[in-house]
């Protein structure tokens, strides 16, 4: 019997490849999705898509309406920023300052969500796809935010009461750039095409190209010498 | 202008106290319930009266579907457990082992959702009514986890990483008797009659009064001294 795990899963590149790392670990995967407000909901779709690519156990797609608290970009109808530039000097991810797209506490949500799901398939195991490389500068995806969510799991819950295990936080690609989670990806067979990352897509889904989102992703198919699959407007 | 505070309201007696006391302590309070799929829903009318009858600032009704994930019997078909025994031996609470009634990760959840909420009014201060003394066993109701949520909330936030501001949880109940609430409640002028506390009230939202909720509460205005305005069947 495959031990249980908990993987978040977006319908992004990151979390299709986190997931694919818990599968070749050998995890039975429990996805879950959160339908939170988002304005490119388009990625739950993609969240399906790739669930029954990997052939998870149970896909989940929990409703938390976050858009009613308001506060982010990608929640509200405030502009998602276009053009932003990347570091300077060689060094990864998007310029200083945590953007607009940040949703309040999102991550706490999400982790929370997933630790009620892994209690009631008692899984031990949690994965989640954040990163700390190429990413947006939210400050809810860094390493000592999860390993203070991990001290919290254990006695936030039954089983860290009853000592019956003790809760892991599986973030296998925190200090990946975008062009290693690709490559990564790949070599677990991830059909990127499956997958949604842009935060402000058209009203087919196409993707904008111009987002934190989609740059991120260009720029990393580009030093992954990769070709991304999917369209872009 | 007050400071803003956010509160947890279930419309049980505990977070009506707790509301009262973060407004005696001169915090404009923004109230949030969340619906969360529980079967006693009724405790969502009592919130919103004791939301007004508290004049907070707003009040925010937040759906998560917990019910989704089963594991409880608070939102599923399981028995709810009745007369139940107390502690032996003068202390207070039920009597050992983690219930049926316990919701996987819920007050993680609850308090994720608050911060988020926290961080859209740009409070720096969270009140849960948690009590450790008369309560069910639930792990996530004890101090070293209202200790581990807080210092995640100042590593989960733009403001706890901005530095503008660090997060206080405020848990003024939870070194109190049901009986030393009670008397705390009335002295604040908190109708303890707008309150809803059975886990399993009879189809018009009557208590039923053998639970854990409706036997914690009776014995409480018992010990008190006082009469419990609420019917039961």
Do not use: W
């Not at 929370?112 to 994965?127: G, H, K, Q, R, S």
């Amino acid at each position: 019997m495959q031990k249980p795990a908990v993987v978040l899963l977006s319908g992004g590149l990151d979390s299709a490849t986190t997931a694919a790392i818990g599968r070749s670990m050998g995890f039975r995967l429990y996805a879950l999705s959160v339908d939170y407000g988002q304005r490119h909901r388009f990625e739950l779709a993609a969240a399906a898509r790739v669930a029954k690519a990997l052939g998870v156990a149970r896909h989940l797609v929990l409703h938390t309406d976050l858009a009613q608290l308001g506060g982010s970009a990608l929640t509200t109808d405030l502009a998602v920023p276009k053009d932003r530039p990347m570091q300077a000097g060689g060094t990864h991810g998007m310029a200083a300052g945590i953007p607009v797209t940040y949703v309040p506490a999102r991550n706490t949500v999400l982790l929370a969500l997933a630790l009620a799901y892994a209690e009631t398939v008692a899984a031990a195991d949690i994965f989640v796809g954040v990163n700390a490389v190429d990413y947006s500068g939210y400050p809810d995806c860094r390493p000592e935010f999860i390993r203070a969510f991990a001290q919290l799991a254990n006695l936030a819950t039954k089983a860290g009461v009853e000592g019956t295990h003790r809760y892991a936080i599986h973030t296998p690609l925190i200090g990946l750039s975008k062009a290693e989670i690709i490559r990564r990806g790949a070599q677990l067979g991830v059909d990127f095409g499956l997958t949604h990352s842009c935060y402000d897509p058209a009203d087919d889904g196409v993707a904008c190209g111009r987002c934190d989102a989609c740059r991120l992703r260009r720029q990393g198919f580009a030093e992954a010498g990769r070709v991304d699959p999917i369209p872009y407007v």
